[in-house]
């Protein structure tokens, strides 16, 4: 159903469907843009730009610094600003994927926007999230959330076909990112559809104090005192798994297309075909395991799926080649934005009243274990690139993380909702 304000010539969407639709295209633009078209793109830009696989991974990982500081920023959001920030977090997302367009840019300027990219997916996927799944309905907002998470794999799907699509037209990543950019338009239109009600915004309005920085420090952590009293342990045992969970997917999320090129050069595109592959199943896999959650629990199956992971990670040791990079992009793709949407619904439901603030807890877990995957696996890569070794301690570290879930799973102060 949409409603059309007098002042206003877009209409305002209230229809849950159509919300969650405009949440997956949120999380394709922050995510598969903001974040992941950086490695579809990678094996074009270390060619065109002659960079070593050491500045590949600076530049993957300063990503990641911006994804911590996002979802700090996050974390002080106050909730009846969640619109405000998530709109100014896109049109940063936006520009940033934009200007990467511009010839000859310093290599100062690329760490500069890839880190201004990073913080604005971090933003998008926890004020994105937060914001969208409170207006599903509870007896819709399970399946309605599948849809909203698989925009995740969507987005890494969009990037590796318009990667595709304008390399075999002769084109490089610069224009791969000016269309992205340009694609990415319409979202701020929409985003601004289903801003709250003009009502209630204007009571909000009303209500917001600008405090001093010093009174938001106070605030700050007197709400995170709130938002995990009676729960530390517990929300320290999933933090510390969502740390091996970032750490142990980001070496296949930001190596697997140059993994391929290097390997398998008989395959032309190979890195994109295989990047594709986890895209595609990033998409698919989320209904699946939503349905498998409401049958055995968010829980129980985030450890199915990072005993999945795991065994991803030690594939491509035990099997040369082809069947190694693919059987690791299929379980890539299946597992982990799984991950990232069942540890953020249940570490927003031990205390729905601080959704963003634990869903920004989570995400700087997250990005932590992201920021040091990249940098230890250049550094175990050595002179020939062999990022085996990194697949391997990123394996471990997963291995690890389950057993931090199966503790968190004992504890009784969590509360899950379905």
């Not at 633009?29 to 730009?49: E, N, S």
């Not at 106070?218 to 517990?234: D, I, P």
């Not at 009243?353 to 940098?375: D, E, H, I, K, R």
Request: charged share 10%.
């Amino acid at each position: 159903m949409t409603t059309i304000s007098r002042r206003s010539i877009i209409p305002t969407i209230t229809n849950q469907t159509t919300i969650a639709w405009i949440g997956l295209y949120c999380l394709a633009v922050a995510m598969g843009y903001g974040r992941f078209l950086f490695t579809a793109t990678l094996p074009d830009i270390m060619t065109q730009l002659t960079l070593s696989t050491t500045i590949a991974g600076w530049l993957a990982s300063i990503n990641y610094i911006g994804y911590f500081i996002g979802a700090l920023i996050a974390m002080f959001v106050p909730q009846r600003l969640t619109w405000q920030a998530l709109m100014m977090g896109m049109i940063v997302s936006i520009v940033s994927t934009t200007l990467l367009v511009i010839p000859h840019l310093p290599l100062s300027l690329w760490y500069i926007i890839r880190l201004l990219a990073g913080i604005a997916s971090g933003i998008g996927l926890i004020l994105g999230s937060s914001f969208i799944i409170q207006k599903f309905s509870p007896a819709r907002r399970s399946l309605l959330s599948t849809v909203h998470y698989a925009g995740i794999g969507t987005g890494i799907s969009a990037s590796a076909i318009l990667t595709w699509w304008l390399l075999t037209l002769g084109y490089h990543f610069n224009v791969i990112w000016l269309v992205a950019g340009i694609t990415s338009l319409p979202l701020l239109v929409l985003l601004y559809a289903i801003r709250p009600i003009k009502t209630d915004a204007a009571k909000l309005t009303a209500d917001i104090k600008y405090p001093s920085i010093k009174q938001t420090y106070f605030n700050f952590k007197r709400s995170l005192y709130e938002a995990v009293v009676g729960h530390t342990k517990a929300i320290s045992l999933l933090a510390g798994s969502y740390v091996l969970a970032g750490f142990g997917y980001i070496t296949s999320a930001t190596f697997l297309p140059v993994m391929a090129t290097q390997q398998l050069t008989n395959q032309t595109y190979a890195g994109l075909l295989i990047w594709l592959i986890v895209g595609i199943f990033a998409m698919l896999s989320n209904p699946l395991w939503g349905a498998l959650a409401k049958r055995i629990g968010e829980i129980n199956t985030l450890i199915g799926l990072t005993v999945l992971q795991a065994i991803g990670m030690f594939i491509p040791s035990l099997f040369d080649g082809a069947l190694g990079l693919y059987s690791n992009a299929v379980i890539l793709g299946l597992s982990f934005a799984g991950m990232v949407s069942m540890t953020l619904n249940i570490i927003k439901n031990i205390n729905p009243a601080f959704s963003n603030l634990l869903m920004g807890l989570a995400t700087l877990a997250y990005a932590a274990g992201q920021f040091v995957g990249p940098l230890v696996t250049v550094a175990l890569a050595g002179k020939d690139d062999n990022f085996n070794a990194g697949l391997l301690v990123a394996g471990i570290g997963l291995v690890i993380g389950v057993v931090l879930l199966l503790l968190f799973r004992r504890q009784p102060q969590r509360i899950e909702q379905d």
